[in-house]
T-cell receptor, first 114, second 112 residues
Framework: AQSVTQPDIHITVSEGASLELRCNYS??????LFWYVQSPGQGLQLLLK??????LVQGIKGFEAEFKRSQSSFNLRKPSVHWSDAAEYFC????????????FGKGTTLSVSS | EPEVTQTPSHQVTQMGQEVILRCVPI?????FYWYRQILGQKVEFLVS????????KSEIFDDQFSVERPDGSNFTLKIRSTKLEDSAMYFC??????????FGPGTRLLVL
């Protein structure tokens, strides 16, 4: 069955510290992978995506993610967290075809302490 | 930057009533989607729509749900007879021919 697992429900990081949010997927075909962020009261904003090519992808707001096929992982990283990064982060996987469903993980809530 | 918009932001309805959630996708996008997120649970796919037809739908999208593109800009989700378990945040999304889906801010539906 196709699924996305985000093992960490809630993470607290000090401002300025590095961040890694984990994402593992189970998908039968070549996955298209996404990270979205949701701030309180806001919609889902695309942070970055991986379709093919370089397995390290850069996104907005200084985020990056690395696709590791052997580990079925697509972890999100940021070298130095800012207080404004506090939000909920969702990993999602889809097929390489427009009009098809994205499968989401349950999300990880990030808190940033000063 | 173009955005997906949704109205209303919040809606409260009585069980058994019909509701229509509205979305304006990004103007040059061709594919449209509805997802929902029950409080504390995953974002779940409901349906996708292309060229005035449903492309794909999930098991959740049963006969009480319908979608429509009534004009050149709006995309709607109708829930015919709401149940308590329909209470959720409903997200609309759109995409061009690429696979990247852009989401709206959501409509929070509360069924009493």
């Amino acid at each position: 069955a196709q699924s996305v697992t985000q093992p960490d429900i809630h993470i607290t990081v000090s401002e300025g510290a590095s961040l890694e949010l984990r994402c593992n997927y189970s998908y039968g075909a070549t996955p298209y992978l996404f990270w979205y962020v949701q701030s309180p009261g806001q919609g889902l904003q695309l942070l970055l995506k991986y379709f093919s090519g370089d397995t390290l992808v850069q996104g907005i707001k200084g985020f990056e993610a690395e696709f590791k096929r052997s580990q079925s992982s697509f972890n999100l990283r940021k070298p130095s967290v800012h207080w404004s990064d506090a939000a909920e982060y969702f990993c999602a996987v889809g097929r390489n075809q427009a009009g098809t469903a994205l499968i989401f993980g349950k999300g990880t809530t990030l808190s940033v302490s000063s | 930057e173009p955005e997906v918009t949704q109205t209303p932001s919040h809606q409260v309805t009585q069980m058994g009533q019909e509701v229509i959630l509205r979305c304006v996708p990004i103007s040059n996008h061709l594919y449209f989607y509805w997802y929902r997120q029950i409080l504390g649970q995953k974002v779940e796919f409901l349906v996708s729509f292309y060229n005035n037809e449903i492309s794909e739908k999930s098991e959740i999208f049963d006969d009480q749900f319908s979608v429509e593109r009534p004009d050149g800009s709006n995309f709607t989700l109708k829930i015919r007879s709401t149940k308590l378990e329909d209470s959720a945040m409903y997200f609309c999304a759109s995409s061009r021919v690429t696979e990247t889906q852009y989401f709206g801010p959501g409509t929070r539906l509360l069924v009493l």
